[in-house]
């Protein structure tokens, strides 16, 4: 199934934009884990739409209705299945595109793919709302990990050609929770203040701006993963190439890597409090596809939102010939800041399945 990952955390997101709702099926988790809704609602409203300007304007209460899995706040092992309820669509604005595809959205290959019945109202099934429910598996995900000490944390590292400062060699909890306290997610907030004027001047321009997000993850053994094929690098590929929008991943110095030297890329092991570390970290705590003991470190390259207001060529597919389109409806001008959650929760559920491998499914 397409809309499902994990190996022993098998999770499977369900529904359409402007359907009646939108959910997940997470079934694997271990059994007994008390789940702090409070907190999980927290996360969920990190990236939730319409808070600002900066986001698009519609409005979701983004509020998960559990229906199994979790019995006085507790899983019981069972499988886990959370709903959220779609409140805020504006199904009319998608009339006109029916018929003309937007450059850049999936409206053209999901018509191919589906012989003219998928529903891209407000992006069907392909939506970025549908990374709500992702976030209620992964944040659960975290929960569970950061009660093993394993921390996850993401910032906004760029957007257009504005840059934040990068995650230090030892990212903490602390720093975290500190980017993730605050309403735009950034290490450098004189950075940030210059994102998101760039984001408002896109937006002026009827057009959107790309960014990445940079995830780190602290606490892993090293040894979790397998060579080749099973490799982190490619579980968590995998799933964050399931986050719409995401065009790239790199993981450490990525495509730095190769414009430098094996003298200044290898990072020198030492013995540091009884334990093999390493002085730097460009490989981001993968070696051979197998963690290092390192933080694990990664990028998402997040494309500028498709959906812009400027007069766009397209075609007529029921005519067969050129047309002009005009999108009328609410867009997010940047996807990165709201996906900086998205990506933590991915990344969590993958290393989250990957420890429970080393545990044959309970720890
Ligand atoms: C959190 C989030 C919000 C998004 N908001 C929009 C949006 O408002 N308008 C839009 O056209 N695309 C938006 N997207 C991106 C599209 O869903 C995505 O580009 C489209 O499904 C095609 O998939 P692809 O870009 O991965 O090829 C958003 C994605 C995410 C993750
Ligand atoms: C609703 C969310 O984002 C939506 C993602 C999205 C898309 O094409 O991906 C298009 C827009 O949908 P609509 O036209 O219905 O407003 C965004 O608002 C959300 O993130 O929860």
């Not at 009339?95 to 407000?122: C, E, I, N, S």
């Amino acid at each position: 199934m397409s809309s499902e990952f994990g190996s022993l955390l098998k999770i499977s997101v369900f529904g359409q934009s402007h359907g009646r709702a939108i959910g997940v099926v997470v079934d694997g988790l271990p059994a007994g884990e008390a789940i702090d809704l409070e907190e999980l609602n927290a996360f969920l409203a990190r990236r939730k739409p319409g808070k600002s300007h900066l986001s698009t304007a519609r409005r979701e209460a983004d509020a998960p209705v559990f229906l199994s899995g979790l019995e006085n706040g507790v899983t019981c092992g069972a499988p886990l299945c959370a709903v959220i309820e779609n409140g805020d669509q504006h199904s009319s604005d998608y009339d006109a595109l029916q018929d003309k595809p937007r450059p850049g959205h999936a409206d053209y290959t999901a018509f191919v793919k589906w012989g003219g019945q998928a529903d891209m109202r407000g992006g069907g099934h392909f939506s970025g709302r549908l990374t709500a429910p992702l976030c209620i598996a992964g944040g659960i995900a975290k929960q569970i990990l950061s009660r093993r000490g394993v921390y996850v944390g993401a910032h906004l590292q760029s957007v257009g050609t504005v840059a934040d400062a990068l995650f230090p060699l030892r990212p903490t909890k602390e720093l975290f929770d500190a980017v993730a306290a605050k309403p735009f997610p950034v290490l450098d907030d004189q950075a940030g203040e210059r994102m998101q004027a760039l984001i408002l001047e896109a937006w002026k321009n009827l057009d959107s701006v790309g960014g990445v997000v940079e995830c780190a993850a602290t606490g892993l053994p090293a040894g979790l993963g397998e060579p080749m094929f099973g490799g982190v690098e490619n579980r968590l590929a995998a799933a964050l190439f399931g986050i719409p929008a995401v065009k790239g991943v790199e993981f450490g110095d990525g495509f730095a890597a190769a414009r430098s030297r094996g003298s200044e890329n290898n990072d020198p092991f030492v013995m540091e409090d009884g334990r093999v570390q390493t002085q730097t970290n460009h490989a981001g705590g993968i070696l051979g596809g197998i963690t290092s003991g390192m933080p694990i470190v990664l990028r998402t390259a997040m494309k500028p939102t498709p959906s812009i207001a400027q007069p766009q060529r397209t075609v007529s597919l029921s005519a067969g010939e050129n047309a002009e389109l005009v999108i009328h409806g609410r867009h997010d001008p940047c996807i990165a800041h709201r996906a900086v959650p998205v990506v933590e929760a991915v990344t969590a559920a993958v290393l989250l399945d990957l420890l429970l491998e080393g545990h044959h499914g309970t720890f």
